[in-house]
């Protein structure tokens, strides 16, 4: 599996002969004009991921992705051919098993209404397994080896992030995501605090780095 993270919550998986593409939102340009890909994944509706000024270019240019998303995403952003999932449900692209899990985002404030949040699984045989959560820390699957860790977000703590990546079991490796509010201290700060915390191999990719796991 090769993993790069294309800015904020957006990341490329690579596995099983497959490129699954997950949250192309407005505060990255990381992906633009990415080709060939097999899936996009949407987890939630919020501009920062999934752009809908730039988001139809990219599935124009990618005529042969299937598209995913949670079911009220439409109502934000004009897909066509996007399909919605909801919790539980499991979708085939090409060699490997996407499973939805989730349901709701995390409560930003009392105030502002609750949309739904998918989380994606994402496994193939001979390979780890990934997990990108979107923006709700309260979906912990079973097995994950790979976590597309959120850093930080007006709907979390750090204390929230530390105990679900325990509730995970301690991933063997997290990348972090959803940083663009951070400033370069502060990602280090979070990322050395959660990986002492939890005994998670912290891996920053930012800058479209990729590694292979």
Known sequence: MKVTHLGHACVLVEAAGARILIDPGAFSDLWHGVTG????????????????????????????????????????????????????????????????????????????????????????????????????????PAGVDVLALPLMGPWAAMKEHVEFVRSLGAPQFSIPIHDELLSDRGRGLLSRQIGNLTGTQVISLRGAASREF
């Open 37 to 140: 890909l097999d899936a996009v994944l949407i987890t939630h509706q919020h501009a920062d991921h999934v752009d809908p000024e730039h988001a139809p270019a990219l599935l124009e240019a990618n005529p042969e992705a299937r598209v995913f998303t949670a079911d009220d995403v439409h109502e934000a952003v004009a897909l066509p051919g996007a399909v919605p999932v909801t919790a539980g449900q499991q979708v085939a692209v090409g060699n490997v098993e996407v499973e939805a899990v989730g349901g709701d985002h995390a409560i930003i404030h009392q105030d502002i209404p609750r949309i739904h949040n998918i989380g994606y699984l994402l496994r193939a045989e001979e390979e780890p397994t990934f997990f990108h959560p979107g923006d709700a820390l309260d979906s912990a």
